[in-house]
């Protein structure tokens, strides 16, 4: 879970943000306390890795399905999903290596 205030609106003004992952939800590929910039997305598709605005914070979790506005979505490490409309989708992460399946990948940088 991530706490930060003006995330939502940076990143949709194309600012991006840097936040913090508190939580282990999405480990291996998003370690405790790696520091992750966020930016605006495309589309949100299956096996998408985004930041979403629920239960009063922001999570990073994978999209597992989308059907009729709503995602369902769940952390790499957690085994329950969520569901969330889209519009809650703030932005995706700006790394490489969060494609469908990679829940093993390693964290590279994006340099453009």
């Keep these: ?3 930060s205030l003006g995330v939502a609106e940076l990143v949709a003004q194309g600012e991006g943000r840097v936040t ?5 939800c999405m480990e291996p590929l998003f370690p405790r306390g790696m520091t992750v910039d966020v930016v605006p997305g495309p589309a949100p598709y299956v ?3 985004a ?3 629920c239960r009063g914070g922001y999570v990073f979790h994978r999209i597992l399905d989308i059907h009729d506005g709503w995602i369902i979505h769940a952390g ?3 085994p329950i999903p969520g569901t969330a409309r889209i519009e809650q989708i703030v932005g995706i992460p700006a790394i490489a290596a969060v494609e ?3 829940r093993d990948a390693r ?4 340099d453009g």
């Design 100 to 102: 469908v399946g990679d």
């Design 107 to 110: 964290v590279e940088r994006c």
């Design 51 to 53: 930041l979403i605005r």
């Design 47 to 49: 096996g998408m890795v």
């Design 76 to 78: 790499d490490a957690t």
């Design 1 to 3: 879970m991530l706490y």
């Design 20 to 24: 913090v992952c508190l939580g282990a």
